[in-house]
T-cell receptor
């Protein structure tokens, strides 16, 4: 069974603080996708990283793909209440097969 | 584009009844996926279609579940008969290359 372990499972911090979410696996992925899901909605794709060592920035969000393409991290700088949601990582093994992390429930308190 | 459209948004049904969930993918996307999401198990892939053909249905829990994609703009997921353990949020997603676009889901409650 291919696993993608995501941590932490739950994070509650004050607005303005920084945080990092991790996804780790023993398997190599062709790409790693990050999604954010809000209550009552489906996951929304934030970014896809493809190359080992790749770093992508989306405003205050920084995504990194590990050199060996087995792990990834999401760093949020100066978190805002609008960042609240469930963050999901998904590793791509084939042209359609995604291995999903269990998710990180993030709450940003005002 | 209106995105991936799912209906109904909510469905409450009695055990033993037939339930049909519907999905309209994004035009031009050739891949369609049905997922189920629960607190306990997270997101589970039920079935994957490519160009309207079922490619991988290994995630379909049992024979009570069936899915069809009669054309590129419509798919259904049917549960017959439904059971309380089928209660979950069911998502349809479509994709053309990289990354999925999810619908808003159908919250199914079987009582």
């Amino acid at each position: 069974t291919q696993l993608l372990e995501q941590s932490p499972q739950f994070l509650s911090i004050q607005e303005g603080e920084n945080l990092t979410v991790y996804c780790n696996s023993s398997s190599v992925f062709s790409s790693l996708q990050w999604y954010r899901q809000e209550p009552g909605e489906g996951p929304v794709l934030l970014v896809t990283v493809v190359t080992g060592g790749e770093v992508k920035k989306l405003k205050r969000l920084t995504f990194q793909f590990g050199d060996a393409r087995k792990d990834s991290s999401l760093h949020i700088t100066a978190a805002q209440t609008g960042d609240t949601g469930l963050y999901l990582c998904a590793g791509e093994r084939s042209n359609y097969q995604l291995i999903w992390g269990a998710g990180t429930k993030l709450i940003i308190k005002p | 584009d209106a995105g991936v459209i799912q209906s109904p948004r909510h469905e409450v049904t009695e055990m033993g009844q037939e339930v049909t969930l519907r999905c309209k993918p994004i035009s031009g996307h050739n891949s369609l996926f049905w997922y189920r999401q629960t607190m306990m198990r997270g997101l589970e892939l039920l079935i994957y279609f490519n160009n309207n053909v079922p490619i991988d249905d290994s995630g379909m829990p049992e024979d009570r579940f069936s899915a069809k994609m009669p054309n590129a703009s419509f798919s259904t997921l049917k549960i017959q008969p439904s059971e309380p353990r089928d209660s979950a949020v069911y998502f349809c997603a479509s994709s053309s290359f990289v990354g999925y676009t999810f619908g808003s889901g159908t919250r199914l409650t079987v009582v």
